[in-house]
Each structure stands twice: as C-alpha cells, then as structure tokens.
C-alpha cells in the first residue's frame, strides 16, 4: 500500500540521506583522498565523532524498543570505523546505549571488536537506572581491560534547556560560528549540566573506585566549569561525612539514654525514689535522637 495514493502528487521538498563519505567516489582523483586533509592539518590523530546523531540516538535508547535502539547504534558504529578506515591517524569513537544491562555489555565488547577506540555513552541518565547501576559493570570493566575510553560528548544529554529561554522578543542572534542553528551564548551556558551530574553520579557511587584504571573523557563541552564542581564534589564529601559522624553520636547517646532509664526504675518497673531529675534528662535525650535520630539530623542544620 503506498503512502499517497487516491490521485497525482508531485513531492517538492524529497531529500537523501548523506553518508559522510557519500561524495568521495564522485570526487576528481585530486581531491578524492581524505588523508590529504590529515597532512595538511597536521595531526599525529584525531578521535572522530559524529556530527547530528547523538541527540537521536540518545532518544531512541529512552523508549521501548531495544532492537531499534541498539541496531541503531550498530550502524553507526559501523559508519565511524568505515569512514575512519582509510588512515591509522583516524580514530571511531562506537556508541554504547546504556539502556539494558546485557545488550550495553555486548555492544561494547562488539564495538571495540569492530575497530573503535573510544566508547561513547550518553551524557544523561538511562529511562529506568542510573548509569552507575550494579548492571552496568561488565562496560567499565570491558573498557578498562582493553584501555579503551570512556567519553561524553555534547549533545548526548538531549536538549540543553527549554528552548523558550530564546523568545525574548528580539531578534535570534547568531551562533558563534555565525550560523544560527548551534551554540549560542544562552544554551552554552546549559553545556555542562549533563555530564556534570553523570560524573558525580560515577564518582559518588563508586564506579572510579571500583575500575580504578577506567579513563574518562568529556569531550566539547568546555572545562571552566571543572574547578567549581570539584569544589563542589568536594564539600557534598564533607557534609555527607559530617552528618554521618553526628548521626553516630546521636545513636550512641540514644543508646545510652535507653541503659540510664532501664537502670533508673526498680525491679518492679516503678521509678526509684530521688532520681526524677536524672531520669527527665535521660528522656529529653531519649526524645531528641533515641525514637528517630535520622529526623534529628534532618531539623537540625550542620554546622559549617
């Protein structure tokens, strides 16, 4: 069944799909060879990505449907290590979904199978776990045994910011490169959010401990913001072990609390004479961290 039947239609705006090397047969023998670009730029290497693709790929992970996501991947995958065939100096990157635990698994043990040499994964939280989940672990592990990277690139944390913060009733202004479709100086601003808290995500859960030797990169997104968040990683540490030592004494003083009114009553469970004052002590203390000394912690503001 076609999709426009029922009468004549003639489509004025039909497009194809171009491959990156989709001209490179047609070109003149003078210009057909991309290594040429490489000498004359004058890089050892160069860690390929792709250009449009990672906001897609990112979108198809987050929905129901495996195969497509993952077959996806694959074909890109086999794109990047096809176009960066033709010199040593070219470097694929392969593209890991992060959405199932075993498919992320064989994914990157086929990409770097495959010829890449870096191992791409979103900047943003699968739809239904953390990056840092237990059943990711075969991927860091597969990549530190190889040596292979682990990189984030922008673009692959979805949309940067509502797009509204642009309708501010003057005219768009142009983007860096004077285009008006990439970066402008309101949306570059959102680049680091995402990497920023799937970082710490990894950081704080442990996954940096546990693959010592597990190389991270983030690629494209700037690096003026890294001394503020490690501060900032840096005190989420301290409160987090602050409120950890105080949670400790306030069970410790509610044990003790627990023991002093067990010895204040006599062996018929009554009060014994002259140690009522002790005993009110003994329940302020119970009251303020015995019955629940995490609400304790939580009314209480640390000190700084």
Known sequence: MPYAEGRTYHDADSHVMETPDWLVPYADPGVRERPRALDLLGFSSQLVFNTFLNPYLLDTERKDDPDFAYGLARAHNRAMVDFCSVDRRLL???YVPLADFERARAMAEEAIAMGTKALLIPSACPARHSPSHVGLFPVWEIAQEARIPIVL???GGGQLLDPHYFANGLPPVPDFHG????????DYMAIPFPPMQTLSTLIIDGILDRFPRLKIGVIEQGAVW???WMRQLDTTVAAFSKNEERL???QLRASEAAVLLRQLRGPDGRRARGMMVTQR????VRRGAMLDPRRALATSAPSP
């Open 179 to 186: 285009g008006a479709e990439n970066f402008r100086s309101v």
């Open 92 to 94: 694929a990157t392969g």
């Open 153 to 155: 690139h922008v673009g």
């Open 281 to 284: 002590r003994a329940r302020r």
């Open 248 to 250: 400790k004494r306030l």
């Open 226 to 228: 890294v001394p503020s």
